[in-house]
């Protein structure tokens, strides 16, 4: 286990979005907030931390792109996955989701450390992955 804070993680390669929603719902559990998380990986895509961006209210949660990075870069990671709730229970990702996501994309284009997903995370098993979508 790699511990980053008080976040947990299993040094395990994510090759697949179930895999990212499956670990960050193990972390954030049934959190009445947003909660986003941002899963630091190896140059093999294994985990090496997990890192507690940001913690918001229950419609929103502030995060600027340098507080997703600033732990990727002092890590040395060579890619990572964004990870958070809506405890709505709806996975759908809003518009300020679509936005936040493309910023850490270019962030992570200009720093070379690139987002290979966001996982937005639902109730029960649900999730949306930007990257399944096509649009990361």
């Known amino acids: 286990?790699?511990?980053?804070?008080?976040?947990?993680?299993?040094?395990?390669v994510i090759t697949q979005s179930a895999q990212a929603a499956t670990l960050c719902r193990s972390i954030i559990g049934q959190n009445d907030r947003?909660?986003?998380?941002?899963?630091?990986?190896?140059?093999?895509h294994k985990v090496s931390a997990v890192h507690s961006v940001s913690v918001g209210s229950l419609t929103f949660s502030i995060v600027h792109p340098r507080e997703a990075f600033k732990a990727a870069i002092l890590s040395n990671a060579?890619?990572?996955?964004?990870?958070?709730?809506?405890?709505?229970?709806?996975?759908?990702?809003?518009?300020?989701?679509?936005?936040?996501?493309?910023?850490?994309?270019?962030?992570?284009?200009?720093?070379?450390?690139?987002?290979?997903?966001?996982?937005?995370?639902?109730?029960?098993?649900?999730?949306?992955?930007?990257?399944?979508?096509?649009t990361l």
């Open 78 to 134: 060579a890619a990572l996955i964004i990870a958070h709730n809506h405890p709505s229970g709806d996975p759908t990702p809003s518009q300020e989701d679509r936005e936040l996501t493309e910023r850490l994309k270019q962030a992570g284009q200009l720093l070379g450390i690139p987002v290979l997903d966001h996982v937005v995370l639902g109730d029960g098993e649900r999730y949306y992955s930007f990257a399944d979508h096509g």
């Open 1 to 12: 286990m790699i511990r980053d804070g008080s976040v947990l993680a299993e040094r395990q």
């Open 34 to 44: 947003e909660e986003l998380l941002a899963l630091l990986l190896d140059a093999k």
